[in-house]
């Protein structure tokens, strides 16, 4: 059954109903009959549509189903009250009766129903006010019906009081449920919710007006059931049923978005109720008013008024604070929690056959930038970039700032994958214009992880996780690039997983060893130093290389045991070879930034040299741009590793952000250019590049080596360009330590 269906039984079924009480309105055993029976098939119905709803729909707010079908029930009970009584025994039901306590307790369930769908968004504070309103409401509605109905028509007409009870809870029980799905309906977040709120608001009207006349129209009648009230009743029953369809159809919850600055629209209610109460107690008593109660008449309209205001500010105030917790402050774009709600939306609401992207963005380097220029470029930097990003996502969808240097596009409509990669390439495309900072230009790239709604995840958890495999794969793959998430990536991230468990092990088991490469004297041919660099040993893997596991180390902290255990063997080798008698060079050693921000860190190197007893200048430690993050440490490290008579070199000079001037500035001994340089030297522009680099490496009094020399013509280029120093897999690769003690003996004979 469809909403339309439903609709189209609801008029049948009423025409069918008058039909009977008209066509038997003469005899009054088949008019009850009609009747009972009629309205017993019109709650059955409407339970069986609520709690079918109840059962299909999964999350949470599937109770609110569930206490709108007992409602239901309580109702057929209710009406097999009237049967027993009237069709059965053929005897007036008694009133108020068994039906009439099962009827109020169905109005109970949906008043509780609707009352849970506003709790259900959470007890905030702002649900308080809500309550307060809505007793303040009913304040009003009892007051004046006890006023102008109950005295008047019940009292004075010499009713009991339990009868003018029950009659009075049926239309004030309407009314608070009505107050209730009008709340609902203000708070909803979208147009189904609100269509559902339509459905049952329309049900309660129709059944707050036929409990209205009956209770006037009742008079000494109130037992009576066949009457042309009974369809009425019906309708509301059948509208809920209604709504309970179009909610299996179209919503996967009903989904209520509590926020005070919304609830503002309907608080007022109240307050103009009171001032209406107040000008009726003006009007009935004005000349039997004296002064003091005119007065305080006066005083209660001021502080309503004081009132107003408080609200007015109230909702300023919440204004900017939901715009403070859903906005980045810096960029002014959505943040995390803003983008949570935003994905919520499109997971909980979006039907099968709609797609939606999530575009994961991480900035490649900008730490480096960040740290080089400062945090006022990095800032601007990032305005800079999120502005350009939002030019280029324009309404086809949002972009988010969610931290540091991570942005978020959501493509909430795709037709397909591709147009997602459109968008990526574009921004990578974008990207490489240069960006102007504080009168410099800079090309920051981004690394782009895409995962696609609903093949890569149904939730946001899901959906986040997979596109963030899909950029860490992204930066894998060399930065500057866009991954759509696939499911082996999941493998990676296994894999990530299994070295990161590997690595402790190996931490515990001493699982590493050392290779050594050479550094040569272009001149003189000689090796006039090695580079140790790690390999693990795995008892699977066989031996794996640094660039698998080194970042992952740095990301753990593990780096620190595993840098401490290379810098004591390296030493150590260094010296039993000193010892051996083979020639005296030095040793250089890998340091991560991790390592040297450790305050012990001077103290580590002192107590390895001491330990291993080698001569400080024969260990040169090298550390890469990035250490230049803390320029300020990092010099007073640098500095007292000097005064030690420990060398350093920048490692893979040129490709981090470092300025001249920085470089100048630090007390280093080499630079490493890195192998990029060398890599095209049939151009001549990479020529020229590399001859700078070198000459300024020079002109600044810093030995300049050159890394990743693998040909001869490189390096007839470097002695043509001055380079006295190269290391590269021409004149070694890293070896072994026999292997490498075997080398420098051969060249101890040489000497
Ligand atoms: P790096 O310090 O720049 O080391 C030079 C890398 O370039 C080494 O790779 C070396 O094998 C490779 N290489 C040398 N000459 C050539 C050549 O002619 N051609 C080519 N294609 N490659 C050449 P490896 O051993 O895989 O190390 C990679 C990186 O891992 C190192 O780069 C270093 O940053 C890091 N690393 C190695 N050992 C350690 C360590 O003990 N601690 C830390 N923190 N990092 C280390
Ligand atoms: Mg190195
Ligand atoms: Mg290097």
């Keep these: 059954m469809n909403v339309a269906k439903m609709l189209l039984f609801l008029f049948i079924y009423l025409f069918a109903f008058y039909t009977w009480l008209f066509i038997s309105w003469e005899n009054e055993w088949t008019r009850f009959l009609g009747a009972n029976l009629l309205s017993l098939a019109g709650s059955a119905v409407s339970f069986a549509v609520l709690f079918k709803t109840y059962r299909v729909l999964s999350q949470k707010y599937r109770c609110f189903w569930l206490l709108l079908s007992i409602s239901a029930l309580f109702y057929f009970a209710g009406y097999s009250v009237c049967f027993y009584y009237q069709t059965i025994l053929s005897v007036a039901m008694p009133y108020p009766g068994w039906a009439d306590y099962m009827w109020l307790t169905a109005y109970f369930f949906a008043l509780a129903a609707f009352l849970y769908a506003i709790i259900l968004r959470g007890i905030s504070v702002s649900v308080k006010p809500l309550f307060f309103n809505l007793v303040l409401f009913m304040v009003v509605v009892i007051t004046l019906s006890l006023q102008y109905i109950v005295e008047p028509m019940f009292i004075e007409a010499g009713y009991t009081t339990t009868s003018t009870f029950v009659s009075i809870a049926y239309p004030l ?136 205001v408080i609200m007015k500010k109230n909702k300023q105030l919440m204004d900017e604070y939901k715009h403070l917790a859903y906005h980045d402050p810096l960029t002014g774009l959505g943040n995390r929690a803003k983008f949570k709600e935003d994905i919520g939306e499109i997971c909980g609401h979006s039907s099968a056959d709609n797609k939606a992207a999530l575009l994961l963005i991480d900035l490649d380097r900008f730490k480096g930038i ?50 997602a990669l459109v968008i990526a390439e574009g921004i990578l495309a974008n990207s490489q214009q240069p960006l102007s900072v504080q009168g410099n230009e800079f ?29 860490y794969r992204a930066k894998e793959k060399g930065k500057n690039n866009y991954q759509v998430y696939n499911s082996a990536l999941n493998d990676l991230l296994h894999e990530r997983m299994q070295i990161e468990i590997g690595l402790r092990r190996a931490v515990e088991e001493n699982g590493f060893t050392l290779y050594y490469q050479p550094k040569v004297d272009l001149y003189s041919k000689k090796i006039v130093g090695m580079e140790a660099l790690i390999r693990w040993k795995h008892p699977e893997w066989g031996l794996v290389p640094p660039f698998k596991f080194i970042s992952i180390a ?54 390895i040299l001491k330990e291993t007893n080698l001569s400080a200048r024969f260990l040169e430690l090298e550390i890469t741009e990035s250490v230049i993050q803390d320029l300020k440490r990092s010099t007073e490290i640098l500095q007292d590793l000097r ?98 003690g075997k080398l420098l003996s051969g060249q101890q004979r040489d000497i």
Excluded at 206 to 215: E, R, S
Excluded at 575 to 580: A, D, G, I, L
Excluded at 714 to 727: D, G, P, R, T, V
């Design 443 to 471: 090309v920051v790239t981004p690394s782009i992880g895409i995962s696609i709604y609903p093949e890569h995840g149904q939730d946001t958890e899901t959906l986040f996780r997979n596109a963030d495999a899909a950029m």
């Design 173 to 308: 029980l309407d009314l608070c449920v009505l107050v209730a799905i009008m709340i609902c309906y203000y708070l909803a977040s979208s147009r189904y919710e609100r269509i559902l709120m339509v459905f049952c608001g329309t049900g309660f009207v129709v059944q707050l007006a036929t409990d209205l006349i009956y209770v006037y129209w009742g008079g000494d009648s109130f037992a009576d059931m066949g009457t042309f009230l009974d369809p009425l009743w019906q309708i509301n029953l059948l509208l809920q049923g209604t709504a309970g369809l179009y909610a299996q159809k179209h919503l996967k919850e009903v989904k209520i978005d509590l926020s005070f600055y919304k609830t503002v629209n309907y608080s007022v209610l109240p307050y103009i109720g009171t001032m209406f109460l107040l000008t009726l107690i003006v009007y009935e008593n004005y000349a039997d008013m004296d002064i003091l109660l005119k007065g305080c008449i006066i005083a209660l309209l001021l502080i309503i008024l004081r009132q107003f």
């Design 370 to 419: 960040n740290d080089t220029l400062g945090h006022q470029a990095g800032d601007c930097l990032l305005k800079e970039l999120s502005e350009k990003l939002e030019g280029e996502i324009t309404e086809k969808g949002t972009v988010y700032r969610i931290g540091g240097d991570e942005f978020l596009v959501l493509l909430p409509k795709i037709g397909s994958t591709s147009d």
């Design 643 to 740: 005064e030690m008579g420990v060398r350093t070199s920048i490692d893979d000079f040129g490709t981090g952000y470092s300025s001249l001037s920085v470089i100048k500035t630090l007390p280093i001994n080499v630079i490493k250019i890195d192998k990029s340089f060398i890599d095209d030297l049939d151009n001549p522009a990479n020529q020229d590049l590399l001859k700078a680099i070198i000459w300024i490496g020079k002109s600044l009094g810093l030995q300049v080596i050159v890394e990743g020399v693998e040909e001869e013509q490189q390096m007839n280029m470097l002695l043509e360009y001055n380079c006295q120093f190269a290391q590269g897999y021409l004149f070694g690769k890293p070896m072994p330590r026999e292997e490498f």
């Design 554 to 607: 740095e990301e753990t902290g593990q780096i620190i045991s595993i840098g401490e255990w290379v810098l004591r063997e390296a030493c150590k080798q260094t010296k039993r070879w000193q010892v051996e008698g083979l020639p005296l060079i030095g040793v250089s050693v890998n340091v991560s930034v991790q390592q040297l921000e450790q305050n012990n860190f001077i103290q580590t190197v002192t107590d």
